[in-house]
């Protein structure tokens, strides 16, 4: 089994290019979605991942044959986890306790997502490929534009996509928190993960319940088989 993140060393690869290439990705003004009923992060990077000429695509079509980015993403993940770039260390301790402490695998971080694509395409993977989006609230977090971006479009597509309701976890890690009151209200409305919370654990077992992951790997694997029996066709 597969996942679409390879670890520390891939991460120090990735983000040469990330804080470069970020606010390229984000301009907002590029990408509204045409579709008002149907607003969602497939729509923002859908004109933008063909990037191999027909013939080689249509080969290895026929061949049976699946690119390695493809391929990687066949892992349904239970989380992901969208930080700041300065919040690497964080982002990394955060995703080891979940994984490791509650079993709540697997999950990753953003940065561990696919080298050489676009940002926006990695988010759409990375969104819509888990089953829970954790905002990682720190102080570094609101001070850049891309994870702006990121924890608005994550909030648009948990409300345009039914089974994405309630999916978005903000969370105040015991590292440098964002306060309260400086919350974005977007955020201020829904309920926090609080590390240094005594009913953290509580929080968790009832937030990463198996029951809804399941549901969502249905739906994640019913819409990749629809999409690919329409490439084929």
């Known amino acids: 089994m597969s996942a679409m993140g ?7 690869n990735c983000l040469l290019s990330w804080h470069k290439r970020h606010s390229e990705d984000a ?7 045409e579709d ?5 992060l497939h729509g923002f990077v859908e004109h933008s991942t063909r990037t191999d000429p027909p013939g080689e695509q249509e080969g290895a079509e026929a061949k049976g044959e699946m690119p390695e980015e ?4 066949e892992v349904f993940l239970k989380f992901v986890i969208l930080h700041a770039e300065d ?22 971080i953003f940065a561990e997502m696919p080298c050489g694509r676009l940002h926006l395409q990695n988010l759409d993977d990375a969104v819509n490929g888990s089953a829970w989006t954790i905002l990682l609230l720190t102080e570094n977090f609101l001070r850049d534009t891309w994870c702006n971006f990121q924890f608005y479009t994550s909030l648009m ?22 306060p309260r009151e400086r919350t974005p209200l977007a955020l201020q409305t829904i309920n926090a993960l609080e590390e240094e919370s005594r009913g953290f654990s509580t929080q968790v077992e009832r937030i990463f319940q198996e029951s809804v992951y399941e549901r969502q790997r249905t739906i994640w694997k019913e819409t990749r ?9």
């Open 87 to 108: 919040d690497l260390d964080e982002a990394l301790r955060v995703q080891d306790l979940l994984q490791n402490d509650f079993g709540i695998r697997p999950g990753i």
């Open 27 to 33: 301009d907002p003004d590029g990408h509204e979605s």
């Open 225 to 233: 088989n629809a999409l690919r029996g329409q490439s084929v066709a």
């Open 157 to 178: 597509n948990s409300v345009n996509r039914q089974h994405k309701y309630n999916s978005v976890i903000p969370m105040r890690p015991l590292n440098s928190p964002l």
């Open 6 to 12: 390879a670890g520390k060393s891939k991460l120090d």
């Open 36 to 40: 008002s009923k149907d607003v969602s």
């Open 70 to 73: 493809e391929a990687e993403e």
